[in-house]
Structures are given as structure tokens and as C-alpha cells.
T-cell receptor, first 110, second 115 residues
């Protein structure tokens, strides 16, 4: 079993829909990251969380440390949100190396 | 926000040649940089961790003589793929860590094609 599990693997939705991507992990963590990778390949860091909730524009990330679970939400989704969204964690016993989820491929249709 | 650049963004080279990829932190000092490679439709795989002024730490299965990493300054790390083979064709991404050790800033990646 992977230490970081994401669901769903693939998600196709219509423009305007509310999107939720989930991430569960099985190790103790110092931080959890949500990242976005567009088809061109470059990775953008969206959020780094250690507790609670963060919001940036139409993106919201939440984390429940007790349940070892995080969600990434996109409100009013748009085709330009189409990308792979990756959850990664920094384990407490690491030298800040990340453990990566497999990613969720999101396609937003106009 | 913190910006990390990579150069070149893509490169095509012939088998047997060496290719150098640069990773720069543009507006912060990066004490640690990470090098990843990614095959199509797969997750990023950590290759090595480099700290300024010291030897890189390579992950198991990564040939240090093939993938030479030099972290010469707090803003520059380089990855040199020596004697490249077609199976080295991949997407290489670096990330840099600044003052907050839990934050990593990613470069845009370099696509290497070896013919």
C-alpha cells in the first residue's frame, strides 16, 4: 500500500462544477503539499499545509491531521484548471524529502 | 513568491554525449536542492539531494557517476547526464528549499531526448 493515496485517479467534469480531490496518508507528517502539473510538465506549488484550511482564489485546501486526510477543492472550475494535481507529504522523520501521491488527472470540459 | 528556473527547458542530444542542466533559485538562497526525474504518466522519482558545498546524496539505484550533481553556490545546482543513452530520455525537475525547510519550490523542468 502506498503511503500517500489520492482519489480519484481521473476526474472529468463540466465547466463550473465544484471539484474535490482527496489525499490520505499513513505516516506522521510535518507538512502536506498540493501541487499542480500542467501538460507541459512544469510543477507549481499550490499549498503547503500543516493544519486547518487555506484558500487562494478558487482553490481551497483542508487537512485533518487526526484522520490523516486532506482535500483540495476547486470552485467554479474552468478548462484552464485541467492538469494533474499531486499530493505530497513531508514525513516527520525525513530530511524534508517528499513522499508523492500518484496524482489526479483533472479534465474540465467547456 | 520564490522562483526557481531551469535551463535548458528542452534538449536533444546524441547517444554518448553529456548534457548539463542548470537549476537556479532566482530570489532566495537554496540550502538544499532536489533533483527528480519523471517518466510519462508516472510520479516524480527523487534522484538525489544536494546541499551547497557538499556531495550530493543519491537515492538507491541512481548511478552517481552517470548523473553528476554539483551544488556550487546557494543559488545554483547542476545535473550533468554523462554518456547519455536513449533510456535517459525523461523529464528532469529540480526543486529548491529556502529558509522554511518544509517548503519546496519547483523548477519548470527540462525535457531530455537522447537519440
Amino acid at each position: 500500500k502506498n503511503e500517500v493515496e489520492q482519489s480519484p485517479q481521473n476526474l472529468t467534469a463540466q465547466e463550473g462544477e465544484f471539484i474535490t480531490i482527496n489525499c490520505s496518508y499513513s505516516v506522521g507528517i510535518s507538512a502536506l503539499h498540493w501541487l499542480q502539473q500542467h501538460p507541459g510538465g512544469g510543477i507549481v506549488s499550490l499549498f503547503m499545509l500543516s493544519s486547518g484550511k487555506k484558500k487562494h482564489g478558487r482553490l481551497i485546501a483542508t487537512i485533518n491531521i487526526q484522520e490523516k486526510h486532506s482535500s483540495l477543492h476547486i470552485t467554479a472550475s474552468h478548462p484552464r484548471d485541467s492538469a494533474v494535481y499531486i499530493c505530497a507529504v513531508t514525513p516527520v522523520d525525513s530530511n524534508y524529502q517528499l513522499i508523492w501521491g500518484a496524482g489526479t488527472k483533472l479534465i474540465i470540459k467547456p | 513568491g520564490a522562483v526557481v528556473s531551469q535551463h535548458p527547458s528542452w534538449v536533444i542530444c546524441k547517444s554518448g554525449t553529456s548534457v548539463k542542466i542548470e537549476c537556479r533559485s532566482l530570489d532566495f538562497q537554496a540550502t538544499t536542492m532536489f533533483w527528480y526525474r519523471q517518466f510519462p504518466k508516472q510520479s516524480l522519482m527523487l534522484m538525489a539531494t544536494s546541499n551547497e558545498g557538499s556531495k550530493a546524496t543519491y537515492e538507491q539505484g541512481v548511478e552517481k557517476d552517470k548523473f553528476l550533481i554539483n551544488h556550487a553556490s546557494l543559488t545554483l545546482s547542476t545535473l550533468t547526464v554523462t554518456s547519455a543513452h536513449p533510456e535517459d530520455s525523461s523529464f528532469y525537475i529540480c526543486s529548491a528549499q529556502g529558509g522554511n525547510p518544509y517548503e519546496q519550490y519547483f523548477g519548470p523542468g527540462t525535457r531530455l531526448t537522447v537519440t
